[in-house]
């Protein structure tokens, strides 16, 4: 393949392909720190950041991996490659990208786009990850490797042909195949088997090849019923492929989150693996996004690295083992590395995959599973037979859910439990099927959220709806079930004295974070800026702000709750899962709608009060988030809305 050009990886590695007289498989690593330049223009903190790549190579190397494979530096994708699936405008539009280009133009580019950010460098970070993996399915396709990871980014399953969304530029993956079937036919590879592991569907690569019965793809992600990023009907798993391409496009899309090995392995044994038997592919490409391993911030699945382990030699198998890897998402860098050192061992068949799992799976992951079959079995005969009711009538375990809290001695806990688990490469506790009968009773009762801190600035409170994070923010905001915006906004004025405590917060780090004293004192005006949300909503944010998952099974406040806060002015939560904004106070009616806040309880209160829990300032960047609040919200001047967040932190109790 004449590549349009190479740069080298520092540190190269030379195979040690045999030792002791033992010939090991010839596994092929593409790391390029050049990728790492692809970042947010600002400097914005992010999950798809540069750190991704690097914990990767770090931990390869730590753990002695890249010793024994063969190292690669990136190489560039040529156009007329990348102009395979995607269209001429789109390529050059990304080439455009360069350094030549100003930095409002770009990011007046990436405005228009969905969940894309760009600076100088993307456009060769994206030339680089393409390139890549076309480089390495080349290499092992020719026999020259046995298989190999390409550690890219940015990420591609979900670039279109004409556009690039969620992170992704151009579909490294899709690029390599339709590469090996439609430039290379001298080696031989007839059909391929394309994996998605990810925990969001890969649009992108399913659109590129609906109509090929050469590529066969499979995706295995959160659906739930179209409201999981990417959204829509596209993952579903009637969505099989059209004209030639009939029944080769297999979604299956889970109905919820906290999926885990035992999920994921059962869709691997009776969808994947039997179809793979019939379809018998000459090279398998490999989706790895490990956002469904345990521990992502937005996958909120519990995959652990002995599942992906499992996953993969299964998958090995096949096409004489001839896997290729291209990383796609993963934004917990500890799952990641771990998940990705797992799975490099897999492909090294160096030793045995150590761990065990003795979990079953949800009910509901039995659902979609014969869904699934029965859709498929049209064009698969393996999947014809039913499953056996002995098999589906396994109960999941109880769950035992272990949650982090804004204290930091829970905090440490969980973080510990979560660690423990990691290192065994076990998933002991699978948690039962979600009971959504809640979600569906709130979704129809909204409320007005009150807010007096961050999230008083839009951007910020729409972290807690739709993910993400903004400046200033040590981590990513998971976001609500129900990612609807606010259906209002309006402004209030209420007596109820604003201050700010705590040393430092998981989101914020150091600095105070604003609560308001539950009790009234006419003498006190915090503005708050009101949002029209559901009770469904309510909650979810109400989990967030305690630092808690938000895919309880339960509501932390519910129906009868709100009766009782109507009635009463306030109730406290149950403290265990409410340590600080433990405290729903109803602030009146605006327009026949309750108003609710939510703050700390009278017994924390006290705390502040006494000195047992110190009275903090905000550290500039939360202040600054309250500051545009007021000024975006016409309420204050900048000079104004200072003076009114200086007077509230100096003031006091």
Not at 564 to 583: D, I, K, M, Q
Request: with cysteine; proline share 5%; charged share 20%.
């Amino acid at each position: 393949m004449d590549m349009a050009g190479k740069t080298s990886v520092n540190n190269r590695g030379d195979c040690d392909c045999e030792s002791n007289g033992k010939v090991h498989r010839k596994v092929g690593l593409v790391y390029d720190e050049t990728m790492c330049k692809h970042d947010t223009p600002d400097g914005e903190a992010h999950p798809e950041c540069p750190d991704r790549i690097r914990v990767i190579w770090e931990k390869l190397q730590l753990a002695g991996v890249t010793q024994r494979c063969v190292v690669l530096g990136g190489t560039k994708a040529e156009d007329k490659h990348l102009q395979l699936v995607h269209i001429k405008g789109h390529v050059n539009l990304v080439k455009s990208l360069s350094t030549n280009k100003k930095d409002y133009q770009r990011n007046r580019i990436a405005s228009l786009l969905n969940s894309i950010y760009l600076n100088g460098s993307s456009s060769e970070a994206a030339y680089l990850a393409a390139g890549s993996v076309v480089e390495v399915a080349e290499k092992v396709a020719k026999g020259e490797l046995d298989s190999g990871f390409a550690i890219v980014r940015p990420p591609g399953h979900h670039a279109e042909a004409n556009e690039a969304m969620g992170f992704c530029l151009f579909n490294n993956v899709a690029v390599a195949a339709s590469y090996l079937l439609n430039e290379r036919p001298d080696l031989g590879v007839k059909k391929i088997l394309i994996v998605d592991w990810d925990v969001h569907h890969g649009n992108g690569t399913q659109k590129m090849f609906w109509e090929d019965p050469r590529v066969l793809v499979f995706s295995v992600h959160r659906h739930e019923g179209g409201s999981f990023y990417p959204g829509g009907d596209g993952g579903d798993y009637n969505m099989v492929g059209e004209g030639p391409g009939e029944g080769f496009n297999i979604n299956v899309p889970w109905e919820q989150g906290r999926c885990g090995d035992a999920d994921y392995l059962a869709a691997w044994d009776h969808i994947l693996i039997p179809v793979a038997k019939e379809f018998n592919p000459d090279i398998i490409l490999l989706s790895a996004g490990f956002d469904a391993a345990i521990g992502d911030p937005l996958g909120g699945c519990r995959v652990t690295p002995y599942g992906y382990s499992v996953m993969l030699k299964k998958l090995m198998e096949f096409a004489q083992g001839k896997i290729v890897m291209a990383l796609e998402g993963g934004y917990n860098l500890d799952s990641i590395a771990k998940s990705s050192l797992a799975c490099v061992q897999v492909l090294l068949e160096d030793k045995p995959i150590q761990g065990s799992s003795e979990a079953m799976p949800f009910m509901s992951t039995w659902r979609v599973i014969q869904a699934v079959r029965k859709r498929l079995c049209a064009y698969w005969p393996s999947l014809v037979d039913e499953l056996s009711s002995k098999l589906i009538d396994q109960k999941t375990p109880t769950p035992i859910v272990y949650t982090s809290s804004s204290s930091s001695e829970t905090k440490d806990c969980a973080h510990e439990i979560l660690d423990q688990m990691s290192k065994l490469n076990i998933e002991n506790h699978q948690v039962d099927n979600v009971s959504t009968s809640w979600r569906s009773d709130l979704a129809k009762v909204d409320v007005w959220y009150a807010s007096f801190g961050s999230n008083m600035w839009k951007p910020r409170f729409l972290c807690y709806i739709q993910g993400g994070q903004v400046e200033g923010m040590t981590k990513p905001c998971v976001g609500s079930m129900d990612k609807s915006p606010p259906k209002g906004i309006t402004w209030g004025i209420y007596p109820n004295r604003l201050f700010f405590g705590r040393e430092s917060t998981n989101v914020w780090g150091q600095g105070g974070v604003a609560f308001t004293n539950p009790l009234t004192n006419l003498s006190d005006q915090t503005h708050m800026c009101l949002y029209r949300i559901t009770l469904e909503q309510f909650n979810d944010v109400l989990f967030q702000e305690n630092g808690l998952n938000v895919d309880f099974d339960s509501p932390i406040f519910d129906l009868t709750a709100l009766k009782l806060v109507e009635n009463n002015g306030s109730t406290p939560l149950e403290a265990a899962l409410a340590p600080w904004y433990g405290n729903v106070v109803c602030l009146g009616r605006e327009g026949d709608i309750p108003i609710l806040t939510m703050t700390c309880t009278l017994s924390v209160l006290e705390k502040f009060t006494s000195g047992e829990v110190k009275l903090s300032p905000p550290a500039k960047a939360y202040a600054n988030t309250l500051v545009r609040g007021l000024v975006e919200g016409g309420i204050f001047s900048e000079e104004e809305a200072e003076a009114y967040i200086d007077n509230a932190a100096s003031k006091p109790l």
